[in-house]
T-cell receptor, first 114, second 115 residues
Framework: DTEVTQTPKHLVMGMTNKKSLKCEQHMGHRAMYWYKQKAKKPPELMFVYSYEKLSINESVPSRFSPECPNSSLLNLHLHALQPEDSALYLC?????????????FGEGSWLTVV | AQKITQTQPGMFVQEKEAVTLDCTYDTSDQSYGLFWYKQPSSGEMIFLIYQGSYDEQNATEGRYSLNFQKARKSANLVISASQLGDSAMYFCAMREGYNTDKLIFGTGTRLQVFP
């Protein structure tokens, strides 16, 4: 069983809605990630938090807003999304920084924008 | 240039047989880690096995082993005694250097196990 928990598993939202995806880990990891994955493609990195500070933003549109309230929690706030934002959103965590640290993923949140 | 290359979009294997999924990588860093993940249709990305660039022995985890050939920059995944539940997408990934939190993925290989 994954130790990275994501909620909700499925989300359908309209283009004018505001919603949030939530992620929690209790492995003591200090790096947390959001990835976006479209069908039949590898995951694409969106954001990285390292020690609760945003360290990487891969030029993600501002309609996606990440938040890291503490070292165990990571949120992704969604507002005014487009249908092309429909995808699987994966949260992940790891020890920070070093090349040998394994990144562990959650089960993902399937997002559909209508 | 692609950092991680998986040249097999799809592979078929019969149950109980072994299968090798190919992965080549490109890096100028001396320190890097190579990872394999399994993604069933449910979406979860499951960590399978890790090989560090300084590890002299090939990594093994149960039925999974990693055939690491550093000079050829290849890190192939070998699954022995395939099971129907092994049918999934498999991704090779790399993490380079220090002070980096980026995991670079290949395009994946879809494995189908048939009875």
């Amino acid at each position: 069983d994954t130790e990275v928990t994501q909620t909700p598993k499925h989300l359908v939202m309209g283009m004018t809605n505001k919603k949030s995806l939530k992620c929690e880990q209790h492995m003591g990891h200090r790096a947390m990630y959001w990835y976006k994955q479209k069908a039949k493609k590898p995951p694409e990195l969106m954001f990285v938090y390292s020690y609760e500070k945003l360290s990487i933003n891969e030029s993600v549109p501002s309609r996606f807003s990440p938040e890291c309230p503490n070292s165990s929690l990571l949120n992704l706030h969604l507002h005014a999304l487009q249908p092309e934002d429909s995808a699987l959103y994966l949260c992940a965590s790891s020890q920070a920084g070093k090349w040998g640290n394994t990144i562990y993923f959650g089960e993902g949140s399937w997002l559909t924008v209508v | 240039a692609q950092k991680i290359t998986q040249t097999q979009p799809g592979m078929f294997v019969q149950e109980k047989e072994a299968v090798t999924l190919d992965c080549t990588y490109d890096t100028s860093d001396q320190s890097y880690g190579l990872f394999w993940y399994k993604q069933p249709s449910s979406g979860e990305m499951i960590f399978l096995i890790y090989q560090g660039s300084y590890d002299e022995q090939n990594a093994t985890e149960g039925r999974y082993s990693l055939n690491f050939q550093k000079a050829r920059k290849s890190a192939n995944l070998v699954i022995s005694a395939s099971q129907l539940g092994d049918s999934a997408m498999y991704f090779c990934a790399m993490r380079e250097g220090y002070n980096t939190d980026k995991l670079i993925f290949g395009t994946g290989t879809r494995l189908q196990v048939f009875p």
